[in-house]
């Protein structure tokens, strides 16, 4: 599980206990300027997730750290489908970040209205 | 490895319509993103990275939407040569060539907790109110006022707001069948006798 927070301009993920250890990854700081909007989406997890380098995968328990698919780097941390986000970023290390959280709809809603409108 | 001139593989114009169809009929959080992927036929990955979320793919489909399927209706009714044909022209999306599904849906929907959305619905009923404005002055400027202020009729402006709210009222009230005819006749034979 992932906290997500807004701090002044910036959007701090914290990975959360041993999420850290299986994502090999505990905290990502992400410019809003560089955040394009966020989307609860469960089905997600049904989708390839390409090559994982480096982060833990056991098909149907836990996805975490970063793949490569298309081309594109993803920084996946889910086990409950059911509380994932996906976060587009835009010029970043990653494309894209899938992360379980909390309360779903209040990330969601919280990045929708601080992310900068698009131009 | 360069793929930044790689074409996105769908049509995105396409996908837009298609989405402000599904968000027209089922509402904003009655549409998945497993609904998105499967109704415009693009992957994932791609709807992501050409909307960057479900939200920004909603907010484009209300503005296609207000742009194209409503704004036929408010030429129609710009261009009625009296109140009484406004009405009934307001009524008659289809006839214009206009929908204004979406924008019934989002009123109702996503404006009370999107103040995105709320700006674009509010833009959009403002545009009702000038364009039934227009249609009762038949586009001549507000009459001086030379009447004592108790004998003249309420201005255009003034009234065009719960007009517009009636068309939308009636638009909502002939999805469960309501015939809605009578009722503009009725109220057309009322405002002509202003």
Redesign the interface.
């Known amino acids: 599980m992932a906290r997500v927070n807004v701090d002044g301009g910036t959007l701090v993920v914290e990975m959360e206990g041993l999420d850290k250890l299986w994502a090999l990854k505990s905290r990502l700081e992400i410019p809003l300027e560089n955040v ?9 997890v049904r ?1 390839p997730k390409g090559i994982r380098a480096p982060g833990t995968h056991l098909p149907g328990v836990l996805v975490a750290g970063t793949f490569h ?4 780097r993803v920084f996946w941390d889910v086990r409950d489908p059911n509380k994932a986000v ?1 976060i ?1 970023l835009a010029d970043e290390r990653y ?2 970040l899938i992360l379980q959280v909390d309360d779903p709809r209040a990330t ?1 809603n919280l990045i ?2 601080a992310k900068q ?2 131009a | ?1 360069i ?1 930044m001139g790689r074409p996105r593989g769908f049509d995105e114009a396409e996908a837009v319509r298609s989405a402000a169809t599904l968000f027209a009929r089922r509402g904003y959080d009655g549409i ?3 609904d998105l ?1 499967s109704h415009l036929g693009v992957h ?2 791609s709807l ?2 050409t ?6 793919l909603y907010l484009r489909a209300l503005r296609w939407h207000l742009e194209h399927q409503v704004a036929p209706l408010l030429d129609a009714i710009r261009q009625a040569p009296d109140a009484a044909t406004a009405l009934h022209r307001s009524l008659d999306a289809q006839a214009a060539g206009a929908d204004i599904g979406l924008l019934l849906m989002a009123v109702a929907d996503r404006a009370p907790s999107d ?2 959305v709320a700006a674009e619905v509010e833009r959009a009923l403002a545009d009702f109110d000038q364009a039934i404005t227009q249609a009762l002055t038949g586009g001549s400027p507000p009459p001086s006022p030379q009447a004592p202020a108790g004998d003249r009729p309420p201005p255009a402006e003034a009234l065009a707001p719960a007009l517009t709210a009636t068309v939308l009222g009636l638009h909502l009230r002939g999805r469960v069948g309501a015939p809605a005819a009578e009722a503009v006749a009725a109220l057309a034979g009322r405002l002509d006798r202003h």
Request: net charge positive; proline share 10%; aromatic share 4%.
């Open positions: 394009r909007g966020a989307t609860i989406d469960p089905g997600i989708e698919i298309n081309g594109q996906v587009e494309a894209r969601v929708e209205h409108p698009p | 490895m793929r998945s993103v497993d992927v994932r990955n992501y990275k909307f960057g979320s479900k939200r920004g103040p995105d």
